[in-house]
C-alpha cells in the first residue's frame, strides 16, 4: 500500500520560514513528478512546486522567489522551503507523487493527506 508521509507544517508569523517534506513508501519504485499542492479555506486546489525526475521544476506565480522545491530521489523524498511567508500562503499543503508501485502496471498520482501551515500574527 502505498503511503505519503508529510510533516513541517504549523504556525508561523508572516516573513518566516518553514519546510515541509513528504516520504513515500518504498513500495513505489520509480517517481516521475513530485510536488506540492494547496488549499485554502473556500478556494480550489492549486500547484505551488513541482520537480520531476531530472530536476526540472515549475512554481505557482504566487511563490516564485520564496519557494524552493527539492527532493531526495533515494529516500522518495519531496521538500519544499518556504521562505518569506505571507498570510495569503496559509492553506492544507498536500503532497503529490507521480509514480509506479511495486507489482503495478503504470504510473499513477498519489496523495498526502494534507499538513495546515498558518501565517498569522
Known amino acids: 500500500q502505498v503511503q505519503l508521509v508529510e510533516s513541517g507544517g504549523g504556525l508561523v508569523q508572516p516573513g518566516g520560514s518553514l519546510r515541509l517534506s513528504c516520504a513515500a513508501s518504498?513500495?513505489?519504485?520509480?517517481?516521475?513528478?513530485m510536488g506540492w499542492y494547496r488549499q485554502a479555506p473556500g478556494k480550489e486546489r492549486e500547484l505551488v512546486a513541482r520537480?520531476?525526475?531530472?530536476?526540472?521544476?515549475n512554481y505557482a506565480d504566487s511563490v516564485k522567489g520564496r519557494f524552493t522545491v527539492s527532493r531526495d530521489n533515494a529516500k522518495n523524498t519531496v521538500f519544499l522551503q518556504m521562505n518569506s511567508l505571507k498570510s495569503e500562503d496559509t492553506a492544507v499543503y498536500y503532497c503529490?507523487?507521480?509514480?509506479?508501485?511495486?507489482?503495478?502496471?503504470?504510473?499513477?498520482?498519489?496523495w498526502g493527506k494534507g499538513t495546515l501551515v498558518t501565517v498569522s500574527s
Open positions: 503529490n507523487v507521480q509514480g509506479l508501485q511495486i507489482g503495478g502496471t503504470g504510473y499513477m498520482i498519489y
Open positions: 518504498r513500495s513505489i519504485v520509480s517517481i516521475n513528478a
Open positions: 520537480i520531476t525526475s531530472d530536476g526540472r521544476t
